[in-house]
Nanobody, 116 residues
Framework: QVQLVESGGGLVQPGGSLRLSCVAS????????MGWYRQAQGKERELVAD???????RYADSVKGRFAISRDNAKNTVYLQMNSLKPDDTAVYYC??????????WGQGTQVTVSS
């Protein structure tokens, strides 16, 4: 079993930046892909970005060029650097880990609010 703890959310003005962190514990050897999803009020949860253990990444079209995902396997941590934030980026951001067997773990979520 994998436990995920996110940090780094908060309130930021449009155009600002935030960095989210997610630390994994437990059966970390089983983790293949880690990623970030978000869910805005009244909308479905959607993929923001994810990264494999080897470093391959993919991004939602809406964040390409503004967000960057990275992973420190030695620290069991995944990061999401968010730049040029927009009000539409306001959501609860969830860390996600997928094991090699396909089991999916979720963090508790961290609120990101982009507002002036």
């Amino acid at each position: 079993q994998v436990q995920l703890v996110e940090s780094g959310g908060g309130l930021v003005q449009p155009g600002g930046s935030l960095r989210l962190s997610c630390v994994a514990s437990g059966s970390i050897f089983s983790i293949s892909t880690m990623g970030w999803y978000r869910q805005a009020q009244g909308k479905e949860r959607e993929l923001v970005a994810d990264i494999t253990k080897g470093g391959s990444t993919r991004y939602a079209d809406s964040v390409k060029g503004r967000f960057a995902i990275s992973r420190d396997n030695a620290k069991n941590t995944v990061y999401l650097q968010m730049n040029s934030l927009k009000p539409d980026d306001t959501a609860v951001y969830y860390c996600n880990a997928v094991s090699y067997s396909g089991f999916v773990s979720w963090g508790q979520g961290t609120q990101v609010t982009v507002s002036s």
